[in-house]
C-alpha cells in the first residue's frame, strides 16, 4: 500500500494535535514540523495557516511579536479534520504492519459487544511496535457499570496479548477521569500521551471529547514522557510531603507536581524497603485512580510489589476502593504477589495518622 501523502494542512494538525495548550507561535510550529517530518517552510506554514483562519478552523492572537496558533473548536468542522488526520496516520502506520493490523482487528471484533467503549487510541505505536507491544489507551462513555466494563476489557485485553505473543497495556478511563487528568496541574500519563499517538477507533468521538473539554477549561498536554524510576529526589520528597508522608530529616522545597499513581510507581521501582511502606500511608490518606495505577503496574511490570501492599492495607484498614484494585490487578498478574511485613505497616500507619 502506497503512503498517504502528508499534506501541509495535515502535517499542521498533526503537531498542533501533539501540543494541545501549548502556546505554539507560527515560528514555532514550523520548526516542530521540520523536526518530525524533516522540512518546513515558514513562509508555506504561514499561508496554510491563515487559510486554516479564514476558514474559521484555526485561531491567532498575538502574544507579544509572534502569533499563537490554536484550533478553532467553536467550528465543528475541526473535530472532522482532527479525525481525517488520526486515519491517514493510521493508514500510514499500518501499511507494513501485517500482523499489527491482523491483531487490530480481531481486537475490534472481541471488543465488539462493550458499547461503551467512546474511543481506543494507541499510545507511541512506532516505538511500542517495535518492541512487540502495544499501549492502549481505552475512554469510556459514562455509565453505571464502570468497574465491571474495566475487568472486562482488562480480561479480554489478557486473552488477546496470550493469543498473540504481544505485550499490551491498557489505559482505561471514563470521561470524568478522562477531562479531569488531561487538565491537571499534576504530571500524569494522559497529558504525556499525546505527544505520539493515534487514535485508531472512533477518532470522531476522541476528538469530540476534546472540543467539549476545551470548551470548558484549557487542555494541558506534555511532550516529554516521565521514567518513574527517574524522578528527581527532590520532586519525590515533595510529592510524598503533598500526600501525607513527610519523611525526618528532609528539606521540603517546592518542585514538580506527579499525580499520586506516578509517585507510587516511582516507589515500587526503588527497592528501597522504608519508601514501600510509605504506599500504604499515601493511599490511605488519598483518593486514587485505581486504572491510571493498574496501567502503571502492567507497564512497569510491579503488580506483584503493589499486590502484596495492598492486601495487608485492606487487612489494616478494608475500603472498597482497595479491595476493587486488588481485583484489578489480579486479573493480568504474572507471578505470585510479594509479602509485606504487616505489623511493621501498621505501626507506620499510626505514626503518619492514617489509622488510629
Same mark, same amino acid.
Given at each position: 500500500?502506497?503512503?498517504?501523502?502528508?499534506?501541509?494542512?495535515?502535517?499542521?494538525?498533526?503537531?498542533?494535535?501533539?501540543?494541545?495548550?501549548?502556546?505554539?507561535?507560527?515560528?514555532?510550529?514550523?520548526?516542530?514540523? =521540520?523536526?518530525?517530518?524533516?522540512?518546513?517552510? *515558514?513562509?508555506?506554514?504561514?499561508?496554510?495557516?491563515?487559510?486554516?483562519?479564514?476558514?474559521?478552523?484555526?485561531?491567532?492572537?498575538?502574544?507579544?511579536?509572534?502569533?499563537? !496558533?490554536?484550533?478553532?473548536?467553536?467550528?465543528?468542522?475541526? !473535530? /472532522?479534520?482532527?479525525?481525517?488526520?488520526?486515519?491517514?496516520?493510521?493508514?500510514?502506520?499500518?501499511?507494513?504492519?501485517?500482523?499489527?493490523?491482523?491483531?487490530?482487528?480481531?481486537?475490534? =471484533? @472481541?471488543?465488539?459487544?462493550?458499547?461503551?467503549?467512546?474511543?481506543?487510541?494507541?499510545?507511541?505505536?512506532?516505538?511500542?511496535?517495535?518492541?512487540?507491544?502495544?499501549?492502549?489507551?481505552?475512554?469510556?462513555?459514562?455509565?453505571?457499570?464502570?468497574?465491571? !466494563?474495566?475487568?472486562?476489557? %482488562?480480561?479480554?485485553?489478557?486473552?488477546?496479548?496470550?493469543? *498473540?505473543?504481544?505485550?499490551?497495556?491498557?489505559?482505561?478511563?471514563?470521561?470524568?477521569?478522562?477531562?479531569?487528568?488531561?487538565?491537571?496541574?499534576?504530571?500524569?500519563?494522559?497529558?504525556? #500521551?499525546?505527544?505520539?499517538?493515534?487514535? @485508531?477507533?472512533?477518532?470522531? #468521538?476522541?476528538?469530540?471529547?476534546?472540543?467539549?473539554?476545551?470548551?470548558?477549561?484549557?487542555?494541558?498536554?506534555?511532550?516529554?514522557?516521565?521514567?518513574?524510576? $527517574?524522578?528527581?529526589?527532590? +520532586?519525590?520528597?515533595? $510529592?510524598?510531603?503533598?500526600?501525607? %508522608?513527610?519523611?525526618?530529616?528532609?528539606?521540603?522545597?517546592?518542585?514538580?507536581?506527579?499525580?499520586?499513581? %506516578?509517585?507510587?510507581?516511582?516507589?515500587?521501582?526503588?527497592?528501597?524497603?522504608?519508601?514501600?511502606?510509605?504506599?500504604?500511608?499515601?493511599?490511605?490518606?488519598?483518593?486514587?485512580?485505581?486504572?491510571?495505577?493498574?496501567?502503571?503496574?502492567?507497564?512497569?511490570?510491579?503488580?506483584?510489589?503493589?499486590?502484596?501492599?495492598?492486601?495487608?492495607?485492606?487487612?489494616?484498614?478494608?475500603? +472498597?476502593?482497595?479491595?476493587?484494585?486488588?481485583?484489578?490487578? /489480579?486479573?493480568?498478574?504474572?507471578?505470585?504477589?510479594?509479602?509485606?511485613?504487616?505489623?511493621?505497616?501498621?505501626?507506620?500507619?499510626?505514626?503518619?495518622? #492514617?489509622?488510629?
Amino acid at each position: 500500500m502506497e503512503k498517504i501523502i502528508e499534506t501541509p494542512i495535515h502535517r499542521i494538525l498533526d503537531t498542533i494535535s501533539s501540543h494541545l495548550g501549548e502556546p505554539l507561535s507560527i515560528n514555532q510550529l514550523t520548526e516542530k514540523i =521540520k523536526e518530525k517530518y524533516g522540512a518546513a517552510y *515558514y513562509s508555506n506554514i504561514y499561508k496554510q495557516i491563515k487559510e486554516l483562519e479564514n476558514k474559521g478552523l484555526l485561531t491567532t492572537a498575538f502574544c507579544g511579536k509572534s502569533s499563537i !496558533v490554536k484550533p478553532n473548536f467553536d467550528n465543528e468542522l475541526i !473535530v /472532522e479534520l482532527f479525525a481525517q488526520m488520526e486515519i491517514e496516520n493510521k493508514i500510514n502506520f499500518l501499511k507494513d504492519k501485517k500482523e499489527l493490523l491482523i491483531v487490530l482487528s480481531s481486537m475490534t =471484533k @472481541i471488543l465488539d459487544d462493550i458499547c461503551s467503549i467512546k474511543s481506543i487510541t494507541s499510545i507511541n505505536p512506532e516505538k511500542n511496535s517495535e518492541l512487540n507491544r502495544l499501549e492502549l489507551l481505552f475512554l469510556l462513555r459514562k455509565m453505571i457499570d464502570y468497574k465491571d !466494563v474495566t475487568s472486562e476489557l %482488562y480480561t479480554r485485553m489478557r486473552e488477546l496479548q496470550d493469543q *498473540y505473543n504481544l505485550k499490551i497495556d491498557s489505559l482505561i478511563l471514563n470521561e470524568d477521569d478522562f477531562s479531569s487528568l488531561i487538565r491537571s496541574n499534576e504530571i500524569n500519563p494522559l497529558r504525556e #500521551a499525546f505527544a505520539k499517538k493515534i487514535t @485508531i477507533f472512533c477518532p470522531q #468521538a476522541f476528538w469530540s471529547q476534546i472540543k467539549e473539554i476545551s470548551e470548558e477549561s484549557e487542555i494541558k498536554t506534555i511532550e516529554i514522557e516521565t521514567k518513574p524510576n $527517574n524522578i528527581l529526589e527532590t +520532586d519525590l520528597i515533595y $510529592n510524598l510531603n503533598r500526600f501525607g %508522608y513527610r519523611e525526618f530529616g528532609n528539606r521540603i522545597s517546592q518542585a514538580n507536581k506527579y499525580c499520586i499513581e %506516578y509517585i507510587i510507581t516511582s516507589l515500587l521501582l526503588s527497592n528501597d524497603a522504608r519508601r514501600l511502606e510509605a504506599i500504604p500511608i499515601i493511599l490511605a490518606k488519598n483518593n486514587f485512580r485505581s486504572n491510571l495505577l493498574a496501567f502503571l503496574c502492567q507497564k512497569y511490570r510491579t503488580t506483584s510489589k503493589l499486590l502484596g501492599l495492598l492486601k495487608s492495607l485492606q487487612n489494616i484498614k478494608p475500603n +472498597d476502593k482497595i479491595r476493587d484494585t486488588i481485583s484489578l490487578l /489480579e486479573i493480568f498478574k504474572e507471578e505470585q504477589e510479594t509479602p509485606a511485613d504487616e505489623e511493621s505497616i501498621r505501626r507506620n500507619m499510626r505514626l503518619y495518622n #492514617a489509622i488510629r
